[in-house]
């Protein structure tokens, strides 16, 4: 039963934080590489940032690149995402995606959380 559970999302202002979090169950986070996608309705979802499994290397969007930091913590099955000066992101719904490192048909996805900067 394996599920992955966004949370942190919200309103913030412009310039403003937020931290997303991602918790893992039914599985080992461990041998997943980890992504945090987002949504703005009509459109297509875009890769924001991405980690792999053991932590040692990232990537990111060249849109959030500087303003967003995605880590990880193994030992607690979390994935994190934080969002620094937020201003032109469109609102949008924030979802985590895990990839076995190795078996890459094993993929899951969480429901996502939305994230609005509205003043």
């Known amino acids: 039963q394996v599920q992955l559970v966004e949370s942190g999302g919200g309103l913030v202002q412009p310039g403003g934080s937020l931290r997303l979090s991602c918790a893992a169950s039914?599985?080992?986070?461990?041998?997943?590489?980890m992504s945090w996608y987002r949504q703005a309705p009509g459109k297509g979802r875009e890769l924001v940032a991405r980690?792999?499994?053991?932590?040692?290397?990232?990537n990111y969007s060249d849109s959030v690149k500087g303003r967003f930091t995605i880590s990880r913590d193994n030992a607690k099955n979390t994935v994190a995402l934080q969002m620094n000066s937020l201003n032109s992101e469109a609102p949008a719904v924030y979802s985590c995606?895990?990839?076995?490192?190795?078996?890459?048909?094993?993929?899951?996805w969480g429901r996502g959380t939305q994230v609005t900067v509205s003043s």
């Open positions: 995606n895990g990839q076995h490192f190795n078996y890459r048909i094993l993929a899951y």
């Open positions: 039914g599985l080992v986070l461990g041998a997943f590489d």
């Open positions: 980690i792999t499994s053991a932590g040692n290397s990232t």
